[in-house]
């Protein structure tokens, strides 16, 4: 018997049309439905005149929003729920740069090859595009934004529950292996005023760093350091963090980009390590998919405590302990030894 009383048919159309959502809130954002929503409601007719669409195709999409709790639907006019007010640009906490950037072409077609990865042990978007995802991003300076605006917009979710969990204030530089845009660093160098910053990163990670920087007030705190984790990571910091790195690459890569941290870091410094970390056994955890996305996208994994234990220890780490943060990610936190 199914605890939610659904019927095995009914939940098997929940998940495997749940593509279909997913589509649909792409569509959406896409053609910027809710850009032209904030304003107010709006007809069918009213949009499609301001966005250039089809009327009657146009009114089929917002009545599938309605439906998935994007919009309400008053007197022929559409308006935004607070959940559809996400998806338009720029407005606090959307995630409009999030679906375009994990539903992208580029992620969609790797996902589609994830039986490949299960059959051979490949990374399925090596498999499909030629090359290892962070080579492509490199060469593609689009995708590479569009990726990187992905990684703020989620990492926004997760901000707040960081600053609550840890205190950024006891620390003078703090230094962001793989920081991206900077969105972490930044909130942590407003929580942590007297500090400095080092955002550590790809040329092509860091494209977008300064105008992130700047526009949440730290970019004068911050230097921007171009370089690669598998070579060297820069000296000095009291505090390295490392927000959805590890999880992207194998053991034997991960421990390269520790060690360089234990190198960088003096003794006593500390290593905040942000993931999904997985529960022991065959327990269920929203992080299980997370890791076929590693599989799928880059080759790395997600890891359980003792599997990070084991990985910060063996670089050179010591007092590893875990904290949940109120979010579906937890901190992994050691000392250099
Ligand atoms: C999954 S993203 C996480 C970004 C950021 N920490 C966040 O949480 O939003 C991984 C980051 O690692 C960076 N990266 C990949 N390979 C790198 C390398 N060899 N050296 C330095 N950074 C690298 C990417 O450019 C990207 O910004």
Request: a negative charge; charged letters at 25%; proline letters at 4%.
């Amino acid at each position: 018997m199914e605890s939610s009383g659904q019927s095995l048919q009914g939940r098997a159309f929940g998940v495997i049309c749940g593509f279909w959502s997913s589509q649909t809130m792409l569509a959406a954002a896409r053609l910027g439905v809710a850009d032209h929503l904030v304003d107010g409601p709006r007809t069918a007719e009213e949009l499609a005149g301001v966005m250039g669409a089809h009327a009657p195709s146009l009114g089929r999409l917002l009545k599938a929003l309605v439906t998935l709790e994007a919009l309400t639907a008053e007197g022929g006019r559409y308006g935004l729920t607070d959940f559809g007010r996400g998806l338009a640009s720029g407005t606090p906490g959307s995630f409009r740069s999030m679906i375009l950037g994990v539903m992208s072409d580029d992620h969609r077609r790797a996902w589609a090859e994830l039986s490949h990865s299960v059959r051979t042990g490949e990374t399925a978007f090596d498999h499909v595009h030629g090359v290892p995802v962070f080579e492509y991003y490199g060469k593609r300076p689009e995708a590479s934004a569009d990726f990187n605006a992905a990684m703020t917009s989620l990492s926004a979710v997760v901000e707040a529950a960081l600053r609550e969990a840890f205190d950024f204030s006891a620390f003078r530089k703090i230094i962001d292996v793989g920081g991206g845009n900077g969105g972490l660093l930044a909130a942590a160098l407003v929580s942590a005023p007297r500090a400095s910053g080092v955002l550590f990163d790809t040329p092509a990670g860091l494209a977008g760093a300064e105008e992130l920087l700047k526009a949440r007030g730290v970019a004068g705190r911050c230097e921007r350091v171009a370089g690669d984790f598998f070579e060297s990571v820069p000296a000095g910091g009291d505090l390295y963090v490392l927000k959805w790195i590890l999880h992207d690459w194998d053991d034997r890569r991960a421990a390269v980009i520790l060690r360089n941290c234990r190198e960088a870091a003096g003794k006593g410094a500390r290593i905040l390590v942000i993931e999904s970390v997985l529960p022991d056994g065959d327990a269920p955890s929203p992080g299980r998919l997370s890791d076929l996305n590693m599989m799928a996208m880059t080759g790395g994994r997600e890891r359980s405590a003792s599997e990070y234990r084991g990985l910060l220890e063996a670089a050179g780490f010591r007092d590893v302990r875990v904290r949940e943060t109120g979010s579906p990610y937890g901190i992994v936190e050691a000392v250099a030894g």
